[in-house]
């Protein structure tokens, strides 16, 4: 059953997941709107579908990963959508970080059509894609993820977390905090500076102790090295924070520091353009204070990390 694997949406992230699947002896169909995208994947082997519709009628499992709720509904119900192909018997796996509330609805047309469904938002950034170490919340029916598991494997770390959508929401708390965070750490960080504190020796005794968290380990280098890591755009920060506000409404909970945060990251986007990295968040402070936050030292780029077996 699990032998075919389709793969839709070949960004930073999508790329690396696909060609994980396609190290791990998956026989792999792909999708893009750009067919250079692809390049990699089918120079090893990968075949090309000129369309959603095309990918499902040749796999048995299908793998999304593109920008959120708009682009995910255009890949079921548009023109040579998944749902104009064949449905019947197939499980579809939603890597996007998305709106747990609309998918419930939408994925209702997929399981009426004869499929099943899991969502798998992942999180880490473009380094643990390509490593295949990326943690997926996995949601849905044991019999949907336990056909599932294979491909998931073959990518990452499953972390089950319940029922289809609740992988959403916990990608969405999870992106709630990262984001919280950075926009902290930018504070904190050039205060540090400007009390006398070097920022490389702020880092070394900050980590490990309660002021750490993934965005203090992996995301500082960035800021050091002043690419502010474009590999992960505002613009897709601003869609995360654009659903967790949704999630927020819907559940009525207060907000106030998220939606600091989000104000913040909207600030960023305004100053430097949503195509900047997702630590300019930081920049802002930094350019603010008149300070500059650079660090001397050998820090690779997340998205030039290499993949154990290359």
Known sequence: MTNKIGFIGLGNMGGAAARNIQRAGFDLTVYDLRKEAASKLLAHG?????????VINQVDIVVTMVFGPKQVAQVLQGEDGLLAGRCAGKLWIDLTTNSPMAMRELVVFFEQAGGMVVDAPVTGSVDSAIRGDMIMFVGGSEAAVTLAQPVLQAMGEIRRVGQYGNGYVAKLVNNQLWKIHAAAI????????LAGLEPDVWWAAMKGGAADSFVMQHDVPSIFAGHYDPSFRLALCLKDLGLIDELIQHTGVRSELTQATYARFREAAARYGDHAGEMTVCKLIEDDAGVALRVAGDWVPPWEVKHPGD
Do not use: I
């Open 46 to 54: 990968a075949h090309w579908a000129n369309s959603p519709a095309e």
């Open 186 to 193: 930018g504070e904190a960080m050039v205060m540090a500076k």
